[in-house]
DNA sequence: ACTATTTTTTTGAGGCTCGAAAAAAAGCCT
DNA sequence: AGGCTTTTTTTCGAGCCTCAAAAAAATAGT
């Protein structure tokens, strides 16, 4: 259960602590990450000169920018981009895309396809993800040796250890072990990372002021996801990749959802759920894909009179409201990213939204809880895959050796 | 935010794992001790020599009933019951009780009073509390000298630091930062923890086989109220002690809840909620308190004869379906551990709990999702601020000279 | 040119854990 | 009884790691 910290994880660690600030830090000084890691300065110089000699680090001295200061100027530290690069793919409804990524975290090569999720048997499905990797990594532009790590973001339910994908909307293919598919195929460590996390940890990156030991990404499209941070952490569920905020009940024996049960948040707040009641359709009805461009037309048309339309936004408010009410009540509230489509239409959901919240215990202080809206889901995705992979990777250079213990660490 | 390790730091936590692994074992070897911390047998050797010569651990030769084996014996390590003690405070409707433990963790004094909780004056009830602790304290027959925390239980919440009592259904008032005002008054470290997060450190204690690093503990009684250990950890809101499970919304705008909002699960799951619905009182109607005895009474007429008595318990059981269901969705499911008065009566409660869960997302095993149940809160209640307080004691002991990080360890 | 200031590197000391070997404490066997 | 085997515990030297203090480096101000 519990086990000691030997001595050599001793340097290991703050190896990563060194290479982490300078990840998050862009190009600090010694100085700067003996402050912030607390450890002492001879102790950050003898680990950095380690990471500049092993190529892992470099001293960036066009750090011109600074402030004319007297004393001997800082040396700025930053990651080499030469040091590894990762390569990120992204599965979502009838679209391919993959990026190759160099260490410091630039974009430096990129594909991208359509195809038919919904559609494709299991093995073409697959075969079409291994090919297009293939061809970014046999690009002759490409130093492919150095391609260290392969992340993997998908819309649906993943296993915790980011492993498999268990379920997934945009096909009927179940159970794919993803990540080991490609580690057999590549020889390069894989994983296979739920969308809705790799949005929370992509907006941490971006947004570390607003983003940082709590929150909450929300996506708002065909279903409801929820990619969820508590103290620091990502939280998964025990099992997969838990954090199913969209089918939490709301009503019970409601509306029809989409997977198959009924009253679910999502069968009040999705894509198809704000249609089928702004079309008048029965709430029993199959829940039906619908385009973005249709969704955008009837957030207009919602905008422009009352009607059925801006009636099915309020419900959705309402079924989100309860819902993050219910959630609060568990974690206590905390500042929410509202992502993906329908959070451009967030001005006709969320007036219903905090009318709900405020009846529920979690709520007590609604009006202090903020909302961003981000109508791209996608950048983050793949954002949040690049931020994971790479810091995979800075847990890996810097452990030579290391017995493999679950990387439950931070993105 | 992210702290490197330091040199000291290290023999800091190697001591606590050795203390830790006794507590948990019992009387571990050196060498049994050494295997489940993964160390070397020479430092557990160093550690132990000098928990020894401190007086925190003792040798325990004693171990006669183990089996005869060839080699050289195996001393067992054990806690020194004089190394320290602690006192636990718990505070419940109409009853105070408080109970000094030794470090082995044998209770080796306790008081008992009854006192008007629902009506007392704020300063009262306070004063009463440090009235029967300074009366334990005081006792000659105990070493006050060794009195090294202090940890009080009340129903309701707390906030997220463990210090103070914001609000709590056995009194009016609200806002008491009990801990505090016991170190001001007594100069121990004392904290102030939420009753339902000490029946999940009791029952981790009491069952590790079952109730290990991912369990839900659920109070069944005048409220509902649920400790929740996740990855081994004891959860707590960000801000409060967090996990209000009662108050999820079950159906919006539904029966008036004891917290003024409507729609809670406890509307529908609590002890007055269970007795409005039998006695045909308005779901409307202010909650009252109802006695244990009448209680049982209520689920000894449920047994009897389908009735309103018996509809009542399945109402309470579909809206804790429902509730659990909505909250596996987001944990995913683990063992459930029903406490209370109401918990005693589950046979009326599960069957109805069970069709609701099943009709969730979080439910898809619900048959593999198994209840335990314990009708007397209390003594549950009382052993958890023991080992709470004893783990605390462990890492202060072991810690000369820490810098206070939080202590968010488990217990 | 010289001093003040700040950052970085070097150096020596002290601690910690580890592995190997030794010591200790039994039981087993002849 | 005495030697042998087995297992646990302790001892000891080696190798690292971090820290504090001092030295070195680099620049601004005078």
Redesign the interface.
């Known amino acids: ?7 050599d994880d ?1 340097r290991r ?2 190896r990563a ?1 060194v290479i ?2 300078v990840r998050r830090a862009g190009q600090p000084s010694r100085t700067e990450i003996a402050a ?4 002492s300065h001879s ?1 950050i110089s003898a680990i950095s000169a380690d990471l500049i000699q092993e190529g892992i680090l470099t001293e960036s001295k066009a750090s011109e920018p600074t402030a004319l200061k007297r004393g001997r100027p800082q040396i700025g530290l930053a990651l080499n981009p030469e040091a590894a690069a990762v390569l990120t793919v992204v599965l979502s409804l009838n679209f391919l895309s993959v990026a190759v990524i160099d260490y410091a975290g630039q974009v430096i090569a990129e594909e991208q396809q359509r195809l038919d999720t919904l559609v494709m048997p299991r093995d073409e499905l697959i075969g079409e993800c291994l090919a297009i990797v293939r061809r970014r990594l046999q690009d002759p532009d490409l130093d492919v040796g150095s391609v260290a790590r392969i992340a993997m973001g998908i819309q649906g339910i993943t296993d ?1 250890h980011a492993r498999a994908m268990l379920w997934s909307p945009i096909t009927p293919v179940t159970d794919i072990p993803f990540a080991d598919i490609l580690e057999r195929e590549f020889e390069i460590p894989a994983t296979m990372e739920n969308d809705c996390n790799m949005m929370a940890v992509a907006l941490r990156w971006r947004d570390p002021e607003r983003y940082r ?2 929150f909450i990404a929300i996506l708002l499209s065909h279903g409801i996801g929820m990619g969820l941070v ?3 952490e990502l939280f998964t ?4 990749s ?4 969209g ?7 409601g509306a029809l959802c989409r ?1 198959g ?2 009253g ?1 948040v999502e069968a009040y707040a999705g894509n198809y759920a704000i249609w089928r009641s702004a079309m008048g359709i029965s709430e029993d009805a199959a829940p039906i894909d619908i385009g973005d461009a249709d969704m955008r037309a009837l957030a207009a048309k919602a905008r422009e009179k009352d009607g059925p339309e801006r009636e099915a936004y309020r419900r959705a408010g ?1 079924a989100l409201g ?1 819902g993050l ?3 609060f ?6 500042p929410v990213a509202m992502v993906g489509v329908s959070a451009a239409a967030f001005d006709l959901i969320e007036p219903a939204l905090r009318e ?1 919240i405020a ?4 709520g007590q202080h609604s009006n202090s809880i903020s909302f961003d809206t981000e109508p791209n889901e996608l950048p983050l995705i793949r954002e949040g895959c690049a931020m994971r992979a790479l810091t995979f990777v800075d847990q890996e250079i810097f452990a030579p050796g290391m017995q493999a213990r679950a990387g439950k660490d931070v993105a």
Chains 1, 2 share one sequence.
């Open positions: 259960m519990s086990v000691g910290i030997r001595h001793l660690r703050n602590m982490s600030a912030t890691t607390g450890l102790t915790s030991d709590n508590l103290k620091g569920g025990t099992h997969s838990g954090g199913e905020f089918h939490m009940i709301h009503r019970p024996g997977c049960r009924r679910c309402e309860f009410g219910s959630l009540a568990l974690i206590d509230p905390a709900a009846q529920t215990a979690g």
